[in-house]
């Protein structure tokens, strides 16, 4: 995992020249028709047919190199689908009502999110339980329940919130959307095809680690 100083570092130098390659891409590359927005596929998610963004140019794979940080480079009502797995918990907390009110800025009316990150909620209750092979010895290998929650919760400072589904819901509904729906990971959609679910892999469905909320943009 490449440090967060680095990581900082980085979006010091490049995030003037990611602002700049967001807005070319809005003035003289952005399509007629709507189309749908991957947030973060990084390496291995890339959606064919999709617009996939990321600020890592390096070794993502991504179609528009921009910051999540930034406004989104669309314009407004021009997005049919958003789809977003296990990105947002990397931004600020205090970022993610202006990030959704993007979001709905750029959906036309009546198109989606779908938006998912770890559940704080299944890992408070999974850790009251003292069910300790629920959680993973990832990004710091912890023999302890103690441990792997701070895993889970903080992975060694990557996540800067915690998400659950009343977060989730509060945080859309506050955007504007309506019709916010909890879903359950690789099993269902009203958004995305089935080969879009199969990034969503789950090794317990009655306790998902993840949380993933849809709703719409009225109209």
Known sequence: MTPR???????RLLRVPMWINGR??????????????HLGPGKHKYLPGWVNLDANFLSARIDLWVN???PLPFRGGSVAAIYSHHVIEHLPDRH??????????VLVPGGGIRVGGPDAGNACAKFVAGELDWFSTYPVKRRSIGGRFANFIFCDGEHLTALSESYLRELAEAAGFVAVRHM???????????EVLEFEYEDDFETPHTVIIEARKPG
């Open 68 to 70: 999540l940080m930034d």
């Open 5 to 11: 100083s680095l990581k900082q570092l980085y979006y």
């Open 24 to 37: 070319l891409y809005r003035a003289f590359r952005h399509p007629d028709g709507p189309i749908r927005v």
């Open 184 to 194: 359950l990971p690789c099993r269902q959609s009203e958004l995305v095809e089935r």
């Open 96 to 105: 993610l009502p202006a990030h959704f009110l993007e979001m709905f800025r």
